[in-house]
């Protein structure tokens, strides 16, 4: 069994170790709805903010291998990636929502690493110790598949 103490030293670890290894840069184009002072209907006001986080990246654990499939037209790239993130680092950021969840949307919101566009395909909480959540996944695929010859 695993004293209290234990599982702090355990909880100090992982959140340590983001400023170590959690250091790919991720682009996160956040959503954001503008509204106009007296509640106006505004067609095209909504923007997407520029976040830069802080995570590790690990690609293409979700597949086997080989991450193309070919088709009549060409083949297709179907690459995914997981962003692992520290819940401290974004509770400390405030990128929780009320339920200490990654706060972000789904359906709009998307993700940029090294030039190629992402959206979210689910989102994992990981790294459990007694208490809490450490670590959160966030399984990203690419936002438009593309085929062989084009360019990213």
Known sequence: MINLSQWQS????INKAH??????????KRFTRSYQRYGEDVVGKDYFDDVSLNCLIS?????????SDETTSGVLDKE????ILNKNYLDENGYLNDNGFFDMD???????HMG???RSAGEIPVAQAH?????FYIILKR????????KY
């Open 19 to 28: 400023d170590s290894f959690n250091q790919d840069v991720v682009l996160w």
């Open 131 to 135: 208490d809490e959540n450490l670590l």
């Open 143 to 150: 936002r438009e598949t593309k085929t062989s010859g084009d």
């Open 80 to 83: 995914n990636m997981v962003m």
């Open 59 to 67: 690609f293409n654990v979700f597949r086997t291998w080989p991450i």
């Open 116 to 118: 190629i566009e992402y």
């Open 10 to 13: 355990f909880k100090n670890i």
């Open 106 to 112: 789904p359906g709009k919101d998307y993700f940029i």
